[in-house]
């Protein structure tokens, strides 16, 4: 089950259902020809975005490449180019790794003598979101998976996850202040008209946008968060390193748009399709617990007093805006990329987060919102 090869993720255009590969669907993206994804649950929205924009903007800046392209060849050359020196047979890129030494898509390595004992029958048990009161969404539903349930599992539980207990064995990502906060997306987004004076969004143009963005202002992003990121050849896709128990990684090791995989997951097959076996770790994956979130998230808005990311509420916090513009995520501003306003939204996004035992209320996935003058100005919106 290879994504680089073989079509495993579902996805709708205007005309048919079809199945891609993931440098497929990329290529349909850029051409916006993606309506939806029908296997994407609603709170792994953000976090399938995220993941894209991470990877691309990776793969791009290593090809030397400013534009995203539009065709599903390069995506697969740039991305396999990625990790072919050291897993030529792409491993990385497999759902299912027999050999547990090395990485599966979005599975570390697992290091001789940890067991992963806990069983996982199905995607929606794997993912990040709680249900274990049974209420909103309940348990173990997904009995009959398809492969992209399970990659869309990942993504969220890697790229998104907090802090989940099992005796301080289940730790979070470090793009988040602390374990019990959440990871939050703020951006501006293309939005088309739809009929009447409805909008919405588009999977493609928003990739497109961020894509172009993050590889513009690599540089910017280096000195505004100057952690000790290489400027070439940090390590992207952090599932591929081994990972011994109690050695986290360095921030001077990786890339600054680096894929997290914060918890030990392998998927297995079975005769009626795929299980999942997770464990625990002695510690974060990353050291960066003492920065707070503040790592050089592209969407994560930073306190401008505290020093640390950006934790939402249950209230929609539209105040926050104007005051964090000035010290706003680099997506939160038109730099590079200008929108009409008559096709462009702000996007506020939360995620469904776990928090110790409770499941975090989720904003709207987007909002039209009027801005003042010099907010405008200070996010170079068009005037």
Known sequence: MNLLTEPLIRFETKDRAERGTLPQVYAALVLDRVESFPALRPHQVPAWHMFLTQLGAIAMHRAGMAVPPHDAGTWQRIIRELTRQEFPSDEPWNLVVEDLTK?????????????????????????????????DLKQAVAADA?????????????????????????????????????????????????????????????????LTQLVARRGELMERFPLGYPATGGRG???????????????????????????????????????????TSRGRRINAEHLNGVVGDPW??????????????????????????????????????????SCAGLCLCRLLLSCGLCLKHSAPARSRISFSAPVRRAIHWPQ
Not at 242 to 264: H, K, M, N, S, V
Request: charge should be negative; proline fraction near 9%.
């Open 103 to 135: 990485p599966g898509f979005l599975q570390p390595p697992v290091p001789e003598g940890v067991k992963l004992e806990a069983e996982k029958a199905t995607p929606d048990e794997l993912d990040m979101v709680i249900t274990a009161k049974n209420h």
């Open 237 to 279: 896709l952090v599932w591929t390193a081994p990972w011994p128990d109690g050695a986290p990684l360095a921030l001077t090791e990786l890339d600054i748009w680096f894929i997290e995989a914060c918890r030990r997951v392998r998927l297995g097959r079975l005769d009626l399709g795929i299980s999942a076996q997770a464990g």
């Open 300 to 341: 994560a808005p930073v306190h401008k007093v505290e020093s640390k990311a950006l934790t939402l509420g249950q209230d929609g916090e539209f105040d926050l805006l104007a005051p964090m513009s000035r010290h706003a995520p680099p997506l939160f501003t038109t730099v590079h990329f200008p929108v009409p306003s």
């Open 146 to 210: 398809s492969p992209d349930d399970w990659i869309f599992a990942l993504v969220s539980l890697q790229t998104c996850e907090g802090y989940g207990g099992g005796a301080g064995g289940l730790q979070g990502i470090a793009r988040m202040n602390k374990g019990s906060s959440s990871r939050s997306l703020l951006a501006l987004v293309p939005m088309a008209s739809a009929a009447g004076d409805a909008t919405f969004l588009r999977f493609g143009r928003r990739l497109r946008r961020d």
